[in-house]
Nanobody
């Protein structure tokens, strides 16, 4: 069993930066690919990016490429989402997810665990 807890959300002005963290409990964290999703009000949840178990490969949605970076520290059971040049359209609840021995290309259809989400609001 893995529990995921996101943190780092908040209110930021357009053009600003935020770093989200997702910390997992349990020994399987290092054997899980990790992913970030987001859901804006009235919209479906969408893939933001993913990182493999070792951190050697990443994949990003086109809408965040060049602005967002995913990294992980397996010693701390934590995955990060560095968000730069934020736009109002990045406003959403951000969730992390885990998939054991997962890959990032193609994007998986299902996940083993989800966090509870953290709110990001980008003001114009």
């Amino acid at each position: 069993q893995v529990q995921l807890v996101e943190s780092g959300g908040g209110l930021v002005q357009a053009g600003g930066t935020l770093r989200l963290s997702c910390t997992g409990s349990g020994r399987s964290f290092s054997r899980s690919a990790m992913y970030w999703f987001r859901q804006a009000p009235g919209k479906e949840r969408e893939f933001v990016g993913g990182i493999t178990m070792s951190g050697g490969r990443t994949n990003y949605a086109d809408s965040v490429k060049g602005r967002f970076t995913i990294s992980r520290d397996n010693a701390k059971n934590t995955v990060y989402l560095q968000m730069n040049m934020l736009k109002p359209e990045d406003t959403a609840v951000y969730y992390c997810a885990a998939r054991g021995f997962g890959e990032v290309i193609p994007i998986p259809n299902d996940y083993d665990y989800w966090g509870q989400g953290t709110q990001v609001i980008v003001s114009a």
